[in-house]
């Protein structure tokens, strides 16, 4: 009988959705893609602007500054779309683990 008490308690708490590792997960996700966020737009200007546009491709100076712009551009589309991306499955892996308990 006690023991049908605790069970009938235990299912009467609310779920924890957040717990102390999946928290340091989110801020370390978080972390990653402010930092992808950062270096990858910029490196990829700077990369294409030199080495692709003038070096490769022998544009004017003017020239590689506009599409080296539009390579960050789509850059920072990419990153910004992994980041919904990797939210959207996290919170529904939250919600999915929530549910089942």
């Known amino acids: 009988m006690e023991r049908l008490?605790?069970?009938?308690?235990n299912?009467?708490?609310p779920p924890e959705f957040r717990n102390e590792n999946s928290l340091a997960?989110?801020?370390k996700t978080l972390l990653f893609i402010t930092a992808l966020m950062i270096t990858v737009p910029t490196g990829l200007y700077f990369t294409t602007k030199s080495y692709v546009f003038e070096g490769a491709l022998g544009m004017s100076n003017r020239d590689s500054y506009f599409y080296?712009?539009?390579?960050?551009?789509?850059a920072v589309h990419v990153v910004l779309a992994l980041f919904v991306y990797v939210a959207w499955n996290e919170g529904s892996?939250?919600?999915?683990?929530?549910k089942q308990d």
Not at 68 to 74: E, K, M
Not at 93 to 98: A, I, M, P, S, V
Request: hydrophobic content about 60%; cysteine-free.
């Open 5 to 9: 008490d605790k069970a009938a308690l």
């Open 11 to 13: 299912a009467l708490q």
């Open 25 to 27: 997960s989110t801020i």
């Open 68 to 74: 080296a712009a539009i390579v960050a551009v789509v």
């Open 93 to 98: 892996r939250h919600w999915r683990e929530g």
